[in-house]
């Protein structure tokens, strides 16, 4: 009997083993019909969804404080030991602005966005 070990090759690990996202449902608001020329939350956001690990083509920069960049770091070494998931920064935070602006087109002026923006003022 061989001793040796049958492993799957490159294209079995990493050609197509991803599962494939599916778009979300459209959602929908009770607002008012928008006049013409303006766009309506909906517009902003429809079939909004995080982009996961893709290939991006634009790029921003943000800054934080480093209580919050220690909270990000965190948040991805709790999401790892606790839940087995790997996600690197950046997708933590594609992540988190896709629930937030769920949340905007869903609940608008009751948002979490516009409660903390107000907050903030």
């Known amino acids: 009997m061989s001793r040796r070990v049958s492993l799957p090759g490159a294209s079995e690990l990493f050609g197509g083993a991803a599962p494939k996202q599916t778009r979300p449902e459209k959602r ?13 939350r909906t517009a902003v956001v429809d079939d909004r969804k995080s982009s996961g ?5 634009t790029k921003i920069t943000v800054y934080v404080t480093e209580e919050e960049l220690i909270g990000l770091e965190k948040t991805r070494l709790a999401l790892r030991e606790e839940h087995g998931l ?21 609940h608008g002026p009751d948002s979490v966005l516009v409660r903390r923006l107000k907050a903030s003022e």
Do not use: Q
């Open 28 to 40: 929908t608001t009770t607002d008012s019909p928008t006049p013409a020329g303006v766009r309506s």
């Open 53 to 57: 690990r893709i290939r991006h083509d």
């Open 86 to 106: 790997n996600a690197d920064r950046g997708r933590i935070v594609r992540e988190a602005i896709d629930v937030l602006l769920a949340d905007f087109v869903d």
